[in-house]
């Protein structure tokens, strides 16, 4: 397989050549420093992928001729999203990129009590900045599907949406072990759902309304296990966990 894989917004069907501008093409040039006569991955994060030959590497733009194209019409057995407590920008942009590399199909930030407040004459830029952190990652690990970036949620709209299949959170006040419900449906022989939201706190978790108010709007509270774990730390220990056992 190659070391390079790269995005381009949309890969058409039957497309024999391609030309790749911009950011990508300049990350393929300067970074990469891919070479004519190299071969590359270019995925449109919809799930198809084509290998392509590099044919020219010039000032502006990188011209490509595509040897094959692969469709995943599959897709993950599970559909996970991941729901952020909005936290630190670091931070939250580390829970991104991990959610993104496992295979997420989605990533909600969410506000709480307990939660930094989203910046509003910003919101644009910066969900521009999280949706380039999911393309990178993605090309990093070489998926074919891109995490899909929500605006931020309050945790009372996302509560009331009807959602995925599951609807878990994660609560340091008790819940059911997420590891036995991840195993239980593989020591049964039954298949594993296939959709699920997993909701993680901000910095100093849930207050005892949220709890309540979670679990009367049918989300499960589960646990990570005896040990307090940063934010950061249990969304991505959660996801990990997910899907493990659910999509590998």
């Known amino acids: 397989m190659t070391a390079n894989q790269f995005f381009v917004p949309h890969l058409p069907e039957g497309a024999a050549r391609i030309v790749l501008e911009g950011e990508e093409h300049r990350h393929l040039a300067r970074a990469a420093r891919v070479r004519a006569g190299d071969e590359i991955w270019l995925f449109d994060g919809s799930g198809r992928r084509s290998l392509a030959r590099v044919e020219k590497v010039e000032g502006s733009r990188t011209e490509v001729a595509v040897l094959k194209t692969e469709d995943d019409d599959a897709g ?9 407590g909005l936290m630190e920008a670091k931070k939250l942009e580390t829970v991104l990129e991990k959610a993104a590399e496992l295979g997420c199909a989605g990533f909600i930030p969410v506000t709480s009590a307990r939660s930094l407040k989203p910046s509003v004459e910003r919101a644009d830029r910066k969900l521009e900045r999280w949706r380039r952190i999911v393309r990178e990652a993605a090309k990093q690990c070489k998926a074919r599907l891109l995490t899909e970036v929500h605006p931020p949620r309050t945790l009372a709209d996302l509560s009331a949406s009807p959602g995925a299949e599951r609807r878990l959170f994660l609560s340091e006040h008790g819940g059911w ?17 296939a959709s699920v939201l997993l909701l993680v706190g901000p910095k100093g978790g849930w ?38 056992f659910w999509n590998e």
């Open 76 to 84: 993950p057995r599970t559909r996970i999203v991941l729901a952020q």
């Open 207 to 244: 207050t005892e309304g949220e709890e309540a108010e979670l679990r009367a709007a049918g989300f499960e509270a589960v646990s990570l296990g005896r040990r307090v774990l940063r934010a950061e730390t249990a969304a991505v220990a959660g996801a990990s966990m997910i899907a493990h």
């Open 177 to 193: 072990p997420l590891k036995d419900i991840v195993t239980a449906a593989a020591g049964k022989g039954e298949p594993p759902p």
